[in-house]
């Protein structure tokens, strides 16, 4: 389907608050500031572009999300709990069972087949999907006993977004994740993170320089110099098979 549809209905419930939520890096004897203050909430069942030009603090800010960095400054309450000062083994827990990751490159192990690489997280998950579940998912079924070599790039991310979801994270953050790939097969993979937002509910975060990506989205959060400079709710959600670019 390619024509634009309404979005679906989002839940009230708020995943993230983020309050004034600053990070400074220090390079020698240099601050450098990657995010300014920012202010945000993400509620559940959502597809929110982040989107911004490379130095904007798109990544910063995702890996704050998913507790693979803290703020310097400021509080992150998820689901009414403090990640900001949380211990490493506090976080560790939190991403291990609350957040999925999909990178813009695949981080398959080259050794093992897709279910393979899916297993990997069920075998350590709570309540995890199968791999073959999760595979299916994302169209992977027939493929599902083949090598990374043997699978195109578009397929191998697909495979990601299986370990990712196979968990089944209340979040699923996305850092470029079509930003190794052609258009087609971009396209592809969109749809496959798609289908999981809609079909699961997952809170999902799209971070992007590409402006076509967030007509996907139900919200678009513009960013700039560290700052949220502009918010954007889309009143149709394009469907990622009718994105150009």
Not at 25 to 53: K, M, P, R
Not at 83 to 102: I, Q
Not at 148 to 172: C, H, T
């Amino acid at each position: 389907m390619n024509a634009a549809t309404p979005p679906p209905p989002i839940s009230t419930g708020v995943v993230f608050e983020a309050r004034k939520v600053r990070k400074v890096y220090q390079t020698g004897e240099v601050d450098v500031v990657a995010l300014h203050g920012v202010d945000l909430s993400l509620n559940a069942g959502e597809l929110v572009c982040l989107l911004g030009a490379s130095g904007s603090g798109k990544s910063t800010l995702l890996n704050i999300l998913g507790g693979l960095d803290v703020p310097t400054s400021g509080e992150l309450i998820y689901k009414g709990w403090n990640l900001d000062g949380a211990e490493e083994n506090t976080l560790t827990l939190f991403r291990r069972n609350c957040v999925g990751f999909v990178f813009q490159f695949y981080n398959l192990i080259p050794s093992l087949t897709a279910r393979e690489n899916v297993a990997l997280i069920t075998s350590i998950s709570r309540n995890p999907m199968t791999p073959e579940e999760a595979l299916e998912l994302v169209g992977l079924g027939a493929r599902m006993d083949h090598f990374p070599s043997q699978l195109s790039g578009g397929e191998q991310q697909r495979v990601a977004i299986a370990r990712a979801i196979a968990k089944r994270p209340e979040v699923l953050l996305c850092d470029e994740p079509t930003g190794a790939l052609d258009v087609t097969t971009g396209i592809t993979v969109l749809e496959a993170v798609e289908r999981i937002n809609r079909e699961l509910g997952t809170l999902t975060v799209i971070i992007t320089h590409n402006a076509v990506m967030s007509e996907m989205a139900d919200r678009v959060l513009h960013l700039s110099d560290g700052k949220i400079v502009d918010s954007t709710r889309n009143e149709v959600r394009l469907p990622a098979s009718g994105l150009k670019w």
